[in-house]
């Protein structure tokens, strides 16, 4: 599949780079942002893929975290999608902030008029990975995800849906149990209908409850004064609740900080945790 080059800067001692694609699975033209680290010029890296959160795109984790250094430094490769398909003048998908463009939720649509274009489940799990393995140094054998807020519980479903496809998951103030918080009713009701057994192939806290995967290290980190957190927008406590059950292993991590702060101040200690498990 062509790749076109929209821009490139050397950054850290790597490239941050830019693509634009056209995708089979969302049907429109894409763009990813890829940071290629000093040692992708002679050697394969392991991948850690970062899905934004509402009203984001490919550029916020390359412009606002300095996930850059720490990616130079351990050698890897990072890649940032944009968070929906964009420009596919569906009727209504630009009335909202928090539903339409800027707001995929990363699920397969099942419902009209969203189901041909908004599959972002299939197209960051599916698509992205074949297009990065196929075009850049990657060891596929290396693959973690990571995510703020709806990319949390974008980087949460595909980790616990897909077990062993990912080394490694990390999560900074995501929606944790999206069935029961206003975000996820709203998108979940407009992407997949109101049969909300539907639903509970994209939530986090229902998946965990049945995961019988591999041993998988899931890191959550939460900013206490996150004003979403108080308004039972990201129900983390639901989640950690399921996992103690299950005996899944979560490292949470509750900052003095919002989550917007977080998102900024923390990308190195990710890229740096992330590192390890790819040793």
């Not at 009209?112 to 599916?126: G, L, Q, S």
């Amino acid at each position: 599949m062509a790749l076109t080059l929209v821009s490139s800067n050397k950054c850290a001692g790597g490239f941050q780079k830019v693509f634009e694609h056209e995708s089979t699975e969302l049907k429109c033209k894409m763009k990813f942002a890829v940071y290629l680290p000093p040692k992708a010029e002679t050697d394969k890296c392991a991948v850690m893929y970062w899905l934004s959160g509402l009203t984001c795109t490919e550029q916020n984790f390359i412009t606002k975290a300095g996930s850059q250094l720490g990616a130079a430094e351990h050698g890897i490769i990072i890649v940032a999608p944009d968070t929906s398909p964009r420009g596919c003048n569906i009727e209504g998908e630009d009335e909202s902030w928090d539903f339409g463009t800027g707001a995929g939720f990363y699920v397969n649509a099942t419902q009209d008029p969203w189901k041909t274009n908004y599959r972002m489940y299939a197209y960051v799990t599916e698509e992205l990975p074949k297009l990065i393995n196929a075009n850049f140094p990657t060891d596929p054998e290396k693959m973690s995800i990571s995510g703020h807020s709806m990319g949390g519980h974008g980087a949460l479903i595909c980790a616990l849906k897909n077990p062993g496809k990912y080394k490694a998951v990390s999560a900074f103030a995501p929606i944790c149990n999206p069935m029961q918080c206003p975000w996820g009713q709203k998108a979940f009701s407009g992407y997949l209908g109101p049969d909300r057994s539907t639903w509970e192939a994209y939530d986090a806290t229902v998946l965990a409850a049945s995961y019988s995967g591999p041993q998988l290290d899931i890191l959550i980190d939460q900013g206490r004064d996150d004003q979403f957190l108080s308004a039972s927008q990201l129900l983390p406590d639901n989640l950690i609740a399921v996992c103690s059950e299950k005996k899944i292993p979560v490292v949470f991590r509750l900052q003095p900080v919002s989550s917007c702060s977080l998102y900024k101040v923390k990308a190195l200690i990710l890229v740096r945790e992330i590192r390890n498990v790819f040793k």
